[in-house]
T-cell receptor
């Protein structure tokens, strides 16, 4: 158990819908990262938040957005869902900001299926 | 575009053997590299990292080697155990002061008892 929790574990929804994925980081961790893992694209970094502020952006679509709240939990919002958005979405957390040695702890993931 | 790749999609070894998983990267600006292990049904797990100013770093039963001349990264696992069976990813960070990783496709390591 990494100490990072994600809800829900599974989510099935239809194209065009909007969903919210939730992540609670390990106690004491200030950074939260979101990743997407799909069969065709592999693991991709989406976005990072540190202490409530966006710090780095990867391959995140405009239809996707995220935020980190004062209690440090984070939400990833996916809208206008398409079949290709079906994937595993992981959240990770770390103590530090970024750049240097920055061991991240991953949650168990949310499996999103868009039908 | 530039990307991180893996030479072998599957590696099968016998328990007790040493395993070597390779990774090629193409971005000479990458300054930080990480190896992750992902077991079936679980999220990735950090194994070891290395900065570009080093060429070797050792952990518990694992060693990462970085050859910047040929842009090659390897993960060596000593005395491989069945519990090491997983998919291994390398990642390179091109973000400089920020963390913007690019991941390889992964190598599946199968350890036979």
């Amino acid at each position: 158990d990494s100490g990072v929790t994600q809800t829900p574990k599974h989510l099935i929804t239809a194209t065009g819908q909007r969903v919210t994925l939730r992540c609670s980081p390990r106690s004491g961790d200030l950074s939260v990262y979101w990743y997407q893992q799909s069969l065709d694209q592999g693991l991709q970094f989406l976005i990072q938040y540190y202490n409530g502020e966006e710090r780095a952006k990867g391959n995140i679509l405009e239809r996707f957005s995220a935020q980190q709240f004062p209690d440090l939990h984070s939400e990833l919002n996916l809208s206008s869902l398409e079949l290709g958005d079906s994937a595993l979405y992981f959240c990770a957390s770390s103590v530090g900001l970024t750049g240097g040695r920055n061991e991240q702890y991953f949650g168990p993931g949310t499996r999103l299926t868009v039908t | 575009g530039e990307s991180v790749g893996l030479h072998l999609p599957t590696l099968s070894v016998q328990e007790g053997d040493n395993s070597i998983i390779n990774c090629a990267y193409s971005n000479s600006a990458s300054d930080y590299f990480i190896w992750y292990k992902q077991e079936s049904g679980k999220g990735p797990q950090f194994i070891i990292d290395i900065r570009s100013n080093m060429d070797k770093r050792q952990g518990q039963r694992v060693t990462v080697l970085l050859n910047k001349t040929v842009k090659h990264l390897s993960l060596q696992i000593a005395a491989t155990q069945p519990g090491d069976s997983a998919v291994y990813f390398c990642a390179e960070n091109i973000g400089g002061g920020s963390y913007i990783p690019t991941f390889g496709r992964g190598t599946s390591l199968i350890v036979h008892p």
